[in-house]
């Protein structure tokens, strides 16, 4: 079945870059019409989508945030990664990696999480 394992340091200074990586076993992430995001939740906060990367290699970013984000894939080792540089403590928060499988003109749509990852921005 499909798991999704967040992981990178849980601390980062402020102006250094964030650096996370998922996991991905179950499935290739190369597999057509899977979509891999990065999503965050400041504490207190909702749900921020911060971007994904699809199975052919297409990625696209929250424009609030693309300035500082980078998000790849490494197909030998089935991860996905996340960079997101010149951070500051607002951009401290639990970190997920989420899978969706939306084939093209299907009503059938599926949904996976990873338990996410704590991230603190501070001296």
């Known amino acids: 079945q499909m798991q999704l394992q967040e992981s990178g340091p849980g601390l980062v200074k402020p102006s250094q870059t964030l650096s996370l990586t998922c996991t991905v076993s179950?499935?290739?992430?190369?597999?057509?019409?899977?979509?891999w995001s990065w999503i965050r939740q400041p504490p207190g906060k909702g749900l921020e989508w911060i971007g994904y990367i699809s199975y052919n290699g297409y990625a696209y970013y929250d424009p609030s945030l693309k300035s500082r984000t980078s998000i790849s894939r490494d197909t030998s080792q089935n991860q996905i990664i996340l960079q997101l540089s010149s951070t500051t403590p607002e951009d401290t928060a639990v970190y997920y990696c989420n899978a969706d499988l939306q084939p093209l003109n299907s009503d059938v749509y599926s949904n996976w999480w990873g338990q996410g990852t704590q991230v603190t921005v501070s001296s």
């Open positions: 179950g499935d290739s992430i190369t597999v057509n019409y899977y979509y």
